[in-house]
């Protein structure tokens, strides 16, 4: 099962699909969490974003849609290729920084 958080982003699993969903984070930028009574736990507060067949697939639609929601206006196929790269860097760098050594 996964359970990863990439900066307000969260990607989870079963055993059918790997879901995207958006954190809602406070003013201190931690995610909020709601109490569910019904279980008696805490559950991040998230919105859907999309359903994926794996991680490879679920990592490539995040990319796409910080490109498209992204600040920065895309005018060129070498500025998309550039920031395409940005992006994936800054994944591999946030697992790398996560991972033990050795794996």
Request: charged share 30%.
């Amino acid at each position: 099962m996964i359970d990863i958080k990439i900066g307000q982003y969260h990607l989870t699993s079963d055993k059918y699909e790997v879901k995207v969903n958006k954190m809602t984070l406070d003013n201190n930028g931690q995610p909020v969490t709601s109490y569910d009574e019904k279980h008696g736990i805490n559950r991040l507060v998230e919105a859907p974003l999309a359903h994926c067949k794996n991680v490879e697939d679920a990592l490539r639609w995040l990319r796409g849609y910080l490109i498209r929601t992204g600040n920065e206006r895309i005018t060129t196929v070498d500025q998309l290729a550039r920031i395409s790269r940005e992006i994936e860097q800054q994944f591999d760098t946030y697992i790398k920084e996560r991972l033990p050594e050795g794996l």
